[in-house]
């Protein structure tokens, strides 16, 4: 059953109290509700419906007389009066038999809450819609010291908890916690002076991990006061750590729930990468309680009025608090490698998706990260005076309020006077914009016109797409190597558009699609020679490293295809800016990367070619031993230079050398054999070395022992235990991937109802391409084999997982086969979710 954008019919009844009452026991939880009903007076139908799902209705009654309703298997009816009037319902659930992990569960033995985007309804009957907000009392009754929920605490006693939160909330906002659990605890002091109390609460064992998340959450109120204007409203916000999550962590009012992964950090268990991740998703909860809890959004069709700005402001704050260009150079690698991926296959949809089966589906690389990028161009079109301007009279405007994108686009037309009717095709059209750029050089009046087509190539979602308004920043970069033009940013909004730039004395390099403006893919017919010239002196970083990327790739595709070496002046080119001093080292170790094997066949698929996964690899792997043999002297040399000597600390400048010389130490392994690796593996005091001369261990082939020991130094601790388990994954030869995650689910600590474990073994063989994609087809069927087993017990873990199929199109003729069989042997499967079946369909229909 689909529901459309298009058939939005407000309520019929305004909330304005609920009261809930909790009395917790594992298997039989009793949840009594007292609610206030009363028509809402924009609405024109008045059907009384309550959204329920797997509840046991014990009783229910309205103005405190029994009320036999309608129940159905989604919710039930029942008559009501026309004048105000409190419903009460007592149901009992089961939150220990709650293994998919949405409404009230249990996760080593505390009690905790994921509501959105639907789960509310698996805990009592409510309008279950963002758009009805009330003020929630909860009342916790259960036999543990820690009893929590949303807003202040206004009464606690023993096996008893009472809260308010005075903030009207949609219920997708609701949380509990139940449990035996230690805080971490801390004070921050808003702008205006408000005290508010900060707590961390983390299973017994966990307490050593709680410093660093602490010190972000603090970060992230200071930041949003300082570059936002925004103060926090509570005297409590609450932090929970919950080992069973199926996503990164949720907003919820006051009390945020984080996947232990995403909060729980130490230098010996967690990577610079992982400390990097916890600041920005600490953020980004945080961040959501102006940009999606004050204002919240009218139905989950809006999802990226909140989620694409909330990214996107956690973007700008890694940005301030560590390198702009290396965050830049992350986020676009990411972006390519996931939101292109689902733009350009069968579950392409616009960043507000006109219709949905399971909402769940659509918390996607489109919505998050392409919903932040659109966010980034109309900062770039009406600059950051307006942009500030804008932001301020949206919060003035809609706080309280469940916003919608129109109320969004409409705040930046009434401060900047423009009309954005074209640039709201970003959030309706999907796909990705293909843009080619020619130039025409003038030498008699020194003049350089380039000229932009764009097409955005049709899909399902968006059959006949329309020009998009792309901001392209443009420089240029003459012969001896400096800027003769600034940045400017050129306003494409035609099919087809020229643009000149004149008073050059001679030909110049154009420096196209700087900072990458736009989310777009961009030909710009350079030759290589002006790339290396790019590489060189681009004073943009990120076109710098986009120029070196280009050459790259260009290389491995001419071995791919046609088995050449690696080319000599691109190599030549990336020794001069790795020995350059003046660059910062997280910089150069970005600059050691390749493209990913997903990447490279996406290319060669654009370019009508047919990938072959294990071509793919060779190519990298021979590409990667001719760098480490080419760069063995400098490689060495910056191993020794940036070696952290200091006590270890997460921030940049320590997480960038580590980078840049894992980066060296990785390489060298495959010149002058394991030793290095090993010593550093032996000698190191944080997970990042550890892990780092791990995978060159494993990769070379010499890493059992090593692998080893980790497992006995380790075995107790479940996050490490998941980089472990993934790791022999992704580091495993193409034609053994399948069946090192095969022999790893016969491990004892093979926990497959925990996401976290399932992902590590699952998720890292999808992203292994020439191992999943491995002709055999034993990867499909391993991981088809295990996508049956987890969906009846966790849906929406399964269904996230079905992406891994959806560029098969793309494969020749036998993988397709195979991936087909695999298909329909899912899709047969009786029972299959409403989640996974919605993915299925959409990507075998391709
Ligand atoms: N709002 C959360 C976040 O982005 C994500 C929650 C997604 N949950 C889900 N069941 N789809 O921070
Ligand atoms: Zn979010």
């Known amino acids: 059953q689909t529901i459309y954008l298009s058939d939005y019919q407000p309520f019929g009844y305004l909330v304005d109290e609920v009261a809930l009452t909790f009395d917790l026991d594992p298997h039989k939880t009793r949840v009594k509700s007292r609610i206030s009903f009363r028509r809402n007076p924009e609405a024109e139908d ?40 409190f419903w009460e319902a007592e149901v009992e659930i ?123 959450l603090k970060a992230s109120m200071k930041w949003d006061e300082d570059v936002y204007g925004r103060e926090y409203d509570l005297d409590l916000f609450n932090i929970v750590a919950v080992d069973d999550f199926n996503m990164g962590a949720m907003e919820n009012k006051g009390l945020n729930i984080f996947n232990s992964a995403a909060v729980l950090a130490s230098p010996e268990t967690s990577t610079d990468d992982n400390f990097e991740r916890i600041e920005a998703i600490i953020a980004h909860e945080y961040f959501h309680n102006w940009t999606g809890n004050r204002i919240t959004c009218r139905d989950w069709f809006q999802l990226c009025l909140k989620e694409g700005l909330t990214v996107y402001r956690d973007s700008q704050f890694t940005s301030d608090m560590r390198s702009a260009p290396v965050k830049r150079i992350g986020d676009v690698i990411d972006l390519r490698s996931r939101q292109f991926a689902e733009d350009q296959g069968p579950l392409a949809h616009p960043v507000r998706p006109e219709s949905f089966q399971e909402i769940n589906n659509f918390y996607t690389a489109t919505v998050y990260e392409k919903g932040a990028e659109v966010i980034g161009m109309l900062k ?50 999907a796909g990705t914009p293909r843009v080619d750029v020619t130039e025409a050089w003038d030498a008699g009046k020194g003049m350089l016109t380039l000229t932009f087509a764009q097409h955005t190539p049709p899909s399902t979602a968006t059959p006949k797409p329309a020009p998009q308004v792309l901001p392209i920043a443009v420089g240029l970069i003459g012969p001896d190597g400096s800027e003769v033009a600034p940045t400017r940013v050129l306003e494409v909004t035609e ?51 986009e120029a070196g990327r280009t050459l790259a790739r260009q290389s491995l595709l001419s071995t791919i295809l046609h088995g050449s070496a690696p080319d000599a002046d691109w190599l030549d080119a990336l020794q001069v800016v790795l020995s ?45 031993d001719a760098m480490a043999a080419r760069f063995a002297e400098v490689l060495g040399d910056l191993y020794t230079r940036h070696t952290v000597d200091a006590p270890y600390r997460p921030d940049a400048e320590q997480s960038g050398k580590r980078a840049l010389t894992n980066a060296a130490m990785s390489l060298l392994t495959r010149v002058q054999g394991a030793d290095r690796a090993q010593a550093q593996f032996d000698g190191a005091d944080n997970m990042t070395q550890q892990l780092s001369a791990l995978a060159a261990l494993v990769r070379s082939g010499q890493g059992d022992k090593a692998l080893a020991d980790f497992e006995a130094q380790w075995r107790n601790d479940r996050l490490v235990m998941d980089k472990w388990f993934g790791l022999q994954v992704s580091q495993a030869k193409p034609d053994e991937a399948a069946a090192v995650a095969q022999r790893l689910t016969e491990h004892a600590d093979f926990n497959w109802k925990n996401p976290n474990r399932f992902r590590a ?22 991981l088809a084999d295990w996508l049956i087993k987890l969906d009846p017990v966790n849906p929406q873990t399964t269904a996230r997982l079905c992406s891994a199929f959806q560029t098969w199109r793309r494969y020749d003729v036998d993988r397709q086969k195979k991936i087909e069989v695999e298909l329909d042997r899912i899709l047969a499967t009786p029972g299959l979710s409403r989640d996974t079946t919605e993915m299925l369909s959409r990507i075998r229909e391709a």
């Open 46 to 85: 008045g059907e009384f419906f309550l959204h329920g799902e797997g509840l046991k209705l014990i009783s229910a009654q309205i103005d405190g007389k029994p009320v036999t309703p309608k129940v159905t298997a989604s919710g039930l009816t029942c008559d009501v009066p026309d004048t105000p009037f």
């Open 94 to 216: 089961d939150p220990k038999g709650n293994t998919a992990l949405e409404g009230l569960y249990m996760s080593n033995g505390m009690y905790c809450t994921q509501c959105e985007a639907e789960g509310f309804r698996k805990i009592t009957y409510y309008p279950d819609r963002p758009d009805v907000m009330s003020v929630f009392t909860v009342t916790i009754n259960g036999p543990h010291p820690v009893l929590l929920s949303n807003g202040n605490p206004v009464a606690q006693g023993q096996n008893h908890a009472e809260w308010h939160d005075p903030w009207p909330k949609p219920a997708y906002l609701f949380a509990l916690v139940a449990g035996d659990l230690i805080a971490h605890s801390d004070r921050f002091t808003t702008m205006s002076g408000r005290e508010v109390d900060l707590n961390l609460y983390v299973r017994p064992g966990d307490e050593g991990k709680c410093a660093f998340g602490m010190e972000a």
């Open 380 to 429: 770039t079109l009406v600059g950051d005076e307006a942009y500030s301007k804008a932001l301020d009279l949206y919060f003035e405007r809609h706080d309280g309020d469940a916003a919608t994108i129109e109320d969004w686009l409409k705040v930046f037309e009434e401060t900047t006077g423009r009309d954005l009717t074209q640039f709201k095709r970003w959030y309706s059209q």
């Open 495 to 545: 099919a087809e558009q020229s643009f000149t730039f004149d008073g050059l004395d001679e030909r110049p390099v154009a420096s196209v699609l700087r900072g990458f403006s736009a989310p777009v893919v961009l030909k710009h017919d350079l030759s290589k020679d002006e790339r290396l010239h790019l590489l060189a002196h681009d004073s943009d970083a990120f076109n710098r490293w």
């Open 580 to 624: 350059d001093e003046t660059l910062e080292p997280a910089y150069r170790a970005l600059m050691l990367g390749l493209p990913g094997h997903a990447d490279l066949a996406s290319t060669l698929h654009d370019t009508g070619e047919t990938p072959d996964p294990a071509a793919i690899h060779r190519a990298v792997e021979s590409t990667r």
């Open 761 to 782: 073994v699952f998720g890292s063989l999808a992203m292994h391409h020439a191992g999943f994609h491995h002709e055999s087809g034993k990867g499909y069927k391993l």
